[in-house]
């Protein structure tokens, strides 16, 4: 079955930078999409990054762009989400997800079928 296992939250200093990693595994599919979204306190899950597998098309929510940046390793099965300039909006659980979002839906939940089960990113 499907698994994706994030990694590498924590907590840093406004300013700093992290790295979170997602393992993904019993993915058969050939073409698909992997995103990054993330769910602060009281507030809904919001896409913040994606990438399709295929064409290495890489998609961005405004709030992070130029900070942010997605990339993917097919020999490690592993997408990347390395966050730099973080500030204290960028508090939140982060997830990865994996699917087949419809044109201009990377940024929906609806649109992806699996889920891994977070890493919490605090910045103070």
């Known amino acids: 079955h499907v698994q994706l296992v994030e990694s590498g939250g924590g907590s840093v200093e406004v300013g700093g930078s992290l790295t979170l990693s997602c393992e993904f595994s019993g993915y058969t599919y050939a073409r698909y999409c992997m995103g990054w979204f993330r769910q602060a306190r009281g507030k809904e899950r919001e896409g913040v990054a994606a990438?399709?597998?295929?064409?290495?098309?890489?998609q961005y929510a405004d709030s992070i762009k130029g900070r942010f940046t997605i990339s993917l390793d097919n020999a490690k099965n592993t997408v990347y989400l390395e966050m730099n300039s973080l500030n204290p909006e960028d508090t939140a659980m982060y997830y990865c997800a994996a699917g087949w979002p419809a044109g201009g839906m990377w940024d929906r939940t609806s649109e992806y079928k699996y889920w891994g089960q977070g890493t919490q990113v605090t910045v103070s």
């Open positions: 990438i399709y597998t295929a064409a290495g098309l890489t």
